[in-house]
């Protein structure tokens, strides 16, 4: 991996980047010059990652495991135009209940229900849950076997796609060109493994300043 000097984050050259699954009536309708980032889980990034969660862990072959009631991990720095999430995930118990979450806040609690500046993404046991800020959508989707997962963050809405049971979507404005953007990644389960095979984050830029924690 190459790093910047002056940086810890890996140098990673502009793209065009546009969704790789089948187009949804959310799709943008101009492609945008972006940069990736991506974590293949062989082991805990440091460049990618503030800190290992305590349910955290990795098998060395690939996954990330995350056992626990919100266990959590967030990216280092927040991202400007933060557009595109993708990941590969394997669902082999009724309730691993595997857990994205995007939001300004620099700390972050995970929960059911809709929260101010954040949107959740996940599986709460055999149903499928997008949480916004002030509204919600659910789809039955139980299947034990490993999903390719897509995010897409617009300025005004949101859609969680996946390769089995299709495309979650409502409106929101977490994804406005203003907001910097963390990521969350884990899961939010009692007892059992949630396995995370990779996550890819695309985006516009870093922000010059880090937000605060919380908004007035």
């Known amino acids: 991996m190459t790093y910047l000097s002056n940086d810890i984050w890996p ?8 969704p ?3 187009p949804s009536t959310f799709l943008p309708t101009e492609i945008i010059n972006s940069i990736t980032i991506t974590d293949d889980f062989n082991g805990f990034d440091n ?21 626990g009631d919100d266990m959590l991990q967030k990216t280092l720095k927040p991202m400007l135009g ?9 669902k082999d118990e009724n309730c691993d209940d595997h857990a994205i979450a995007v ?21 709460n046991c055999r149903e499928k849950i997008l949480l916004g800020s002030d509204s919600t959508s659910r789809s039955m989707c139980g299947r034990d076997t490993t999903y390719s997962i897509e995010i897409s963050i617009y300025e005004t ?20 060109l203003s907001t910097s953007l963390y990521v969350y990644i ?12 990779q996550i890819s984050m695309t985006f516009n830029s870093f922000p010059e300043d880090v937000l605060p924690s919380s908004f007035p």
């Open 11 to 18: 140098t990673i050259e502009p793209t065009q980047t546009q």
């Open 20 to 22: 790789s699954l089948q």
């Open 47 to 67: 460049t990618i990652w503030e800190s290992q969660c305590s349910g955290c862990s990795y098998s060395g072959d690939g996954w990330l495991i995350v056992t």
């Open 82 to 90: 933060l557009s595109i999430i993708t990941g590969v995930l394997k």
């Open 103 to 123: 939001t300004p806040f620099s700390t972050f609690t995970w929960s059911l229900g809709s929260a101010n500046h954040a949107v959740k993404f996940g599986w």
């Open 157 to 176: 809405s949101v859609s969680f796609e996946d390769d089995y049971c299709g495309t979650l979507s409502l409106d929101d404005e977490i994804g406005s």
């Open 186 to 197: 884990g899961a939010d389960n009692d007892s059992n493994d949630a396995y995370w095979n």
